[in-house]
T-cell receptor
Framework: AQSVAQPEDQVNVAEGNPLTVKCTYS??????LFWYVQYPNRGLQFLLK??????LVKGSYGFEAEFNKSQTSFHLKKPSALVSDSALYFC????????????FGKGTRLSVIA | DAGVTQSPTHLIKTRGQHVTLRCSPI?????VSWYQQVLGQGPQFIFQ???????GRGNFPDRFSARQFPNYSSELNVNALLLGDSALYLC???????????????FGEGSWLTVV
């Protein structure tokens, strides 16, 4: 069975500083990995995904994520945080062997302080 | 193009009642999934439908049911509501084709259900 761990409930970062939101996963086959963002009282917005190929994936709003197979990690990063990046971030995984549902982590709340 | 649309956006029900939530996928998307997000947790998979057939079911009781219509819209039904059913119910759609698990899943804004 697939699982995702987001070890930090909350990440605080100053505006303009780099940010990292951590994610590790467990899956039996090849992983398909996703990051979503949720603003207050809203649905989930897709940020980026890793399917195969280059380990560094670039996505929306300047976000990127680095896939590390040996560490089973898929950390979300941004070189310079904005106050408007403050939101709830979810990492999710699908088993690449089939059209399985997304399995989400519990989420990490990012707070960017001006 | 419109994204995934859901209705109603907010509703309050009493324990024991029944609720129907509705979803229209992105135009051209044939796969619809439903997820439940309880406050403070990540979304949990409930159902997936493709071409009107159930393709997957999560670990939810039989009080939860769903269906997909010929126009690919979908309904989620929950009977005999419990307080613990209070949550944000998210509908998602994904494009057709051979991408399978590679395809991005796009979510709607959700339906907030409060059971009192």
């Amino acid at each position: 069975a697939q699982s995702v761990a987001q070890p930090e409930d909350q990440v605080n970062v100053a505006e303009g500083n780099p940010l990292t939101v951590k994610c590790t996963y467990s899956v039996s086959g090849n992983p398909y990995l996703f990051w979503y963002v949720q603003y207050p009282n809203r649905g989930l917005q897709f940020l980026l995904k890793y399917i195969t190929g280059d380990n560094l994936v670039k996505g929306s709003y300047g976000f990127e994520a680095e896939f590390n197979k040996s560490q089973t990690s898929f950390h979300l990063k941004k070189p310079s945080a904005l106050v408007s990046d403050s939101a709830l971030y979810f990492c999710a995984v699908r088993d690449g062997s089939g059209n399985t549902p997304l399995v989400f982590g519990k989420g990490t709340r990012l707070s960017v302080i001006a | 193009d419109a994204g995934v649309t859901q209705s109603p956006t907010h509703l309050i029900k009493t324990r024991g009642q029944h609720v129907t939530l509705r979803c229209s996928p992105i135009s051209g998307h044939k796969s619809v999934s439903w997820y439940q997000q309880v406050l403070g947790q990540g979304p949990q998979f409930i159902f997936q439908y493709y071409e009107k057939e159930e393709r997957g079911r999560g670990n939810f009781p039989d009080r939860f049911s769903a269906r997909q219509f010929p126009n690919y819209s979908s309904e989620l039904n929950v009977n005999a509501l419990l307080l613990g059913d209070s949550a944000l119910y998210l509908c998602a759609s994904s494009p057709p084709g051979t991408g399978g698990g590679r395809n991005t899943i796009y979510f709607g804004e959700g339906s907030w259900l409060t059971v009192v």
